[in-house]
């Protein structure tokens, strides 16, 4: 667990992993330079669970802290939670049930994203097709695919992941420290191409908080090269994947221009934008969809085009799915 500045979730966070089915765990909460009462929390719980361990964070960015949280760890495998996110109780259970069954060295669960308001609590599966409501396994093809930047997929990066630490050793794998963003997705696609098997669970047992504070930023063009770097990086020996890296590093060079493209446009200058993002398609591609979305949100349609989108964003969870989320957002902060 990645903590900096969530005094305000935290609690919630961490009694939601301390109250898991599976009891054998250990919690490496790295704090990454918090101002606010965020280690405090930590240490209280250090005080009452000797499960919890409190690091340290190097204050170099998030790769570099996923990589000291997962160098502490002893236990045979790692799951992944975020310092404002919950777990369904038996989150762990099933993933390891899953990893057992299956031999996988990757294991993820379905997840919801929800939004706590004074209005209550609004939640949406995060991957809803038929073809999400099975267990199966994602191949590096789907991962590609569907990790195309502005696509209608669901980007399969954001899943949050049981990994087997001994082949991530093995392989010399861990996180792209110079990645600013994008290194969930890279570290699982380059354990794929190292031979993990990734498996998928439909149950819904990660929740994932939206929140002012969690908004994606915007992408920068130092963090578009970083991204680009990296994918000139994978090998495929496979023709088909090796086609889909051809595309992404085209989805990459579109969505650099893009950037360059609607600043020009901000400043009035049409045709430099013209310039950079006339002669590439997804560069078009783009730039018409920021260009749609700023003028659906100008005319106060947005929550209107949000809802009759893709599947994953238009389907609430089922009464059942909503009683773990219910519970761990009780007043008393525990999941019983």
């Known amino acids: 667990m990645v903590a900096r500045n969530v005094a305000h979730f935290i609690d919630a966070a961490l009694h939601s992993v301390l109250a898991q089915t599976l009891r054998q765990i250990e919690v490496v909460v790295v704090d990454d330079g918090s101002t606010d009462e965020t280690a405090e929390i930590v240490r209280d719980h250090v ?70 308001s004074t209005d209550g609590v609004q939640a949406a599966a995060f991957a809803a097709a038929p073809r999400w409501r099975r267990a199966r396994r994602i191949t590096a093809n789907e991962f590609v695919r569907c990790g195309m930047i502005g696509g209608r997929e669901v980007s399969l990066g954001y899943f949050k992941p049981l990994l087997a630490r001994a082949f991530l050793l093995e392989n010399g794998i861990r996180y792209d420290e110079g990645l600013r963003i994008g290194e969930d997705f890279d570290l699982l696609f380059r354990a794929m191409l190292a031979g993990a098997r990734f498996e998928f669970l439909p149950r819904i047992s990660y929740f994932y908080r939206r929140h002012a504070q969690s908004t994606s930023h915007r992408l920068a063009l130092d963090d578009l090269a970083g991204l680009i770097a990296a994918t000139r990086g994978y090998s495929a020996n496979e023709a088909g994947l090796a086609a889909l890296l051809r595309a992404r590093l085209a989805n990459l060079e579109g969505a650099r221009r893009q950037l360059l493209a609607l600043d020009a446009l901000r400043e009035r200058r049409i045709l430099d934008a013209l310039r950079v993002a006339g002669p590439h398609r997804e560069a078009r591609r783009l730039v018409l969809s920021s260009l749609r979305e700023s003028c659906i949100k100008r005319l106060g349609l947005w929550d209107a085009a949000q809802t009759g989108g893709d599947a994953q964003k238009r389907m609430p969870l089922s009464a059942a799915d909503l009683v773990p989320l219910m519970r761990a957002l009780s007043p008393a902060g525990a999941l019983t």
């Open 47 to 116: 005080g009452k669970d000797p499960r919890v361990r409190l690091m340290d964070g190097p204050r170099m960015g998030l790769s570099a802290v996923r990589n000291t949280s997962l160098a502490a760890a002893r236990a045979p495998f790692v799951a992944i939670v975020d310092a404002d996110d919950l777990l369904h109780p038996q989150h762990l259970e099933w993933l390891l049930e899953h990893q057992a069954a299956t031999g996988a060295q990757i294991c993820a669960s379905n997840m919801a994203s929800f939004f706590q």
